[in-house]
């Protein structure tokens, strides 16, 4: 189940819970990225070829989209990770001024994990002047986190 924050400037908060260890949620999330990331609609590129999206997977990462022509669209930075627990990254898409996102694993019962994730800092961006559709990113991490992180599983799963 998703659940989400409505206020303008409060977090964006999404819960989903998978059926499947922890680790492997983790390392799914974070080593996978660039997988199950729906890149034929949440990349910054245009074209016929879709990029490739890459989250490099220790403090100081960069988050990207690499196009077909070479071209390097940065997303943001990995600020924290503990394997297994979270990852927590500034996400600026190009914007002067970033938010945070922050995902969280948690243990809920044998092979189940419950993944928080929380997107904040929209005051920031409100402050500076930057025009943020908070709405979309509501609705984008309910179709990311539902549709195609824990929708990947139900594909594994299958194909088992």
Known sequence: MVSSANETNSPIMKT?????????????????????WPRDRFVRSTGSVLPTVILEAREGGAIFELTDSGTRLEWGTVTAIEQDRFVRMQWHLSRPVETIVEVAFEDVAHDQTRVVLTHSGWEALEAAGATVERENYDRGWDMILVNTFAGSFARTEAAE
């Open 16 to 36: 989903i819970t998978i059926v499947a260890p922890r680790a492997l949620v983790f390392a799914t999330f974070v080593l996978d990225f660039g997988n199950w």
